[in-house]
């Protein structure tokens, strides 16, 4: 750290300390979590006693974060992006997320919610899911209504109960026949 007055009381002197560092926090959940991360560098500051942390300490700290919630990491989430051949922006844009929110994933600047990762985890587990993904979003740029594929048709647009109860029922049936990730 090249400055070392402190930036939050502006009096102190920053001074380097490496210890532990200790987190709890509640998950979107609403469980309650403990993190201990060891060997943190902090930037103290010798007269009101807040702390700095550096990046990879930051990143660190994410990362016990997110392993502790059981939530894939942010090298998963690379390996995945990479194994599908897609930019950080266009991951965003497939999955329909703000276009820098797949990044702070990836940076570990920021983590995914428990909804998502398990969303993120059917994709990876069910490959034909990222097809089915893909469909939906050539389908939506077409301006045509959002579709499920059946074999070879399509589910049209459900305009009342009775049909989305038999739509459900067809869907369900084909589920448990393992049709329904075919493309």
């Excluded at 599908?84 to 991951?91: D, H, I, P």
Aim: aromatic letters at 8%; hydrophobic letters at 35%.
């Amino acid at each position: 750290m090249n400055d070392t007055r402190c930036p939050i009381c502006g009096n102190g002197t920053l001074k380097q300390e490496i210890s532990e560092f200790r987190s709890d926090f509640v998950d979107d959940q609403g469980r309650k979590h403990d993190v201990i991360v060891p060997d943190v560098i902090k930037f103290r500051c010798d007269s009101c006693g807040e702390y700095i942390l550096d990046p990879e300490s930051e990143s660190r700290i994410s990362a016990a974060q997110r392993a502790e919630m059981g939530l894939l990491s942010a090298s998963d989430l690379q390996n995945f992006r990479n194994r599908l051949g897609k930019s950080q922006e266009s991951m965003s844009d497939l999955l329909g997320l703000g276009k820098k929110t797949w990044c702070r994933w990836e940076s570990n600047d920021h983590f995914q919610s428990e909804a998502f990762d398990r969303y993120l985890r059917l994709l990876i587990e069910v490959p034909s899911s990222m097809q089915m993904l893909e469909l939906i979003k050539r389908r939506k740029q077409e301006g045509a209504a959002v579709a499920v594929h059946r074999t070879s048709q399509l589910f049209i647009y459900i305009e009342n109960l009775q049909a989305s109860q038999d739509a459900e029922t067809q869907f369900t049936a084909m589920l448990a026949a393992g049709e329904a990730f075919r493309i």
